[in-house]
């Protein structure tokens, strides 16, 4: 059984008031379950879209990055960019929208390069996948901090820390592989014929001489070419692809679970779960959203599984219960950690 370390926090919580309460909650971590920080640490943190005003603030953040400070780490905001349109679905753009929000203690790396072609096929022995792409730059350290906010999210049911593992670890074209399994097609009404998507296909798939097609033999489905076609003319959205994103949600969750597996292969990290601001929708989400119940705390720990199995938990003894709890069940059949756990107070 693993265990949780918890803070209970309010609404009347400042921002540093929250921050001071995840450093005692990761030293507490780090001493207890003996958990080494080493040398260069990923603080992956999901930046908050434009126009939202609910996902954890950089501030929130400060405790932690002052104990990695003084622990003599070297540490960076992590992220990797996202498939729809926005600043976030390229690196120079995300890259701007993490600085005006204030995420400026530590260099913002996006680990996916600039448009998602920068990624290490990481093997795993899934029922979905025998690998998984996950953004190359994580490959430089040896340890991620996951910071996430529990929250809903649409597809997923909640969002927490093995959806942060997962689609925030993918490449895009790995978050192309969770959500729809398929590849990309051009509209060849919108296309302009300049050639870009085809010169920045890493194998080669697409033909740029009189119309422009994707080759779905050669493609790897990366996503590039949706990030960067300037027209929109690349296209993910099938009828097909949208039924299984919406009828085959079993096999989204699971799929969530794999690339979670894969994205913490081979590291001791720590997870940290803010509750607090719970909102029906994700952070992906451009627009203010009212918070759906009351703050409930701060969960950190060494397992991803249990931090997010006692957030489920505590929200449903709250009164608001998430759907998609299906993904820890899952994860825990992997060997990413276990739904049962001890929560011990901070
Ligand atoms: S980038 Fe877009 S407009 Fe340009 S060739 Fe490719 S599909 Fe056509
Ligand atoms: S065609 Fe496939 S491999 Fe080429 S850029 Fe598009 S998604 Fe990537």
Do not use: W
């Not at 050669?218 to 097909?240: D, E, H, M, Q, W």
């Not at 997010?308 to 992997?334: I, N, P, V, W």
């Amino acid at each position: 059984m693993s265990r949780v370390y918890y803070r209970k926090t309010d609404e009347s919580f400042t921002e540093e008031e929250l921050s001071a309460a995840a450093r005692q909650l990761l030293e507490a971590v780090v001493e207890r379950e003996a958990v080494a920080l080493e040398k260069r640490i990923a603080l992956k943190v999901h930046f908050g879209e434009e126009g939202n005003a609910t996902y954890v603030k950089p501030a929130c953040f400060n405790g932690i990055i002052d104990l990695l400070v003084e622990r003599g780490t070297e540490a960076a905001f992590m992220d990797t960019s996202v498939l729809y349109a926005g600043p976030r679905r390229r690196r120079e753009s995300h890259t701007r929208l993490a600085l005006a929000h204030g995420f400026t203690r530590l260099p913002v790396v996006i680990a996916d390069g600039e448009a998602g072609e920068h990624f290490d096929e990481v093997p795993i022995n899934g029922r979905h996948f025998k690998s998984c792409k996950i953004g190359a730059e994580y490959r430089k350290y040896a340890q991620m901090i996951v910071i996430a906010h529990f929250k809903g999210h649409r597809l997923a049911g909640f969002g927490g820390a093995v959806k942060q593992l997962s689609m925030g670890c993918a490449a895009k074209g790995g978050k192309l592989a969770m959500h729809m399994g398929i590849k990309p097609y051009i509209i060849s009404f919108l296309c302009k014929r300049c050639g870009l998507c085809a010169a920045n296909c890493p194998p080669q798939a697409i033909s740029a001489g009189g119309s422009v097609a994707v080759d779905g033999e050669k493609c790897i489905g990366c996503g590039a070419c949706f990030a960067l076609c300037p027209n929109r003319a690349v296209s993910i959205y099938t009828p097909k692809s949208v039924c299984f994103a919406l009828l085959r949600r079993g096999d989204f969750y699971e799929r969530l679970a794999e690339y979670a597996y894969a994205a913490q292969r081979g590291r001791r990290n720590v997870y940290i779960n803010f509750a607090v601001n719970i909102t029906a929708n994700c952070d992906c989400v451009s627009k203010k959203m009212t918070p759906v119940m009351r703050d409930i705390g701060i969960f950190a720990g060494a397992d991803a599984v249990a931090v997010d199995s006692a957030c489920c938990a505590a929200a449903q003894a709250a009164g608001h219960g998430f759907k998609g709890t299906e993904q820890l069940r899952y994860a825990e059949k992997l060997g990413l950690g276990s739904t049962s756990y001890e929560l011990v107070g901070v």
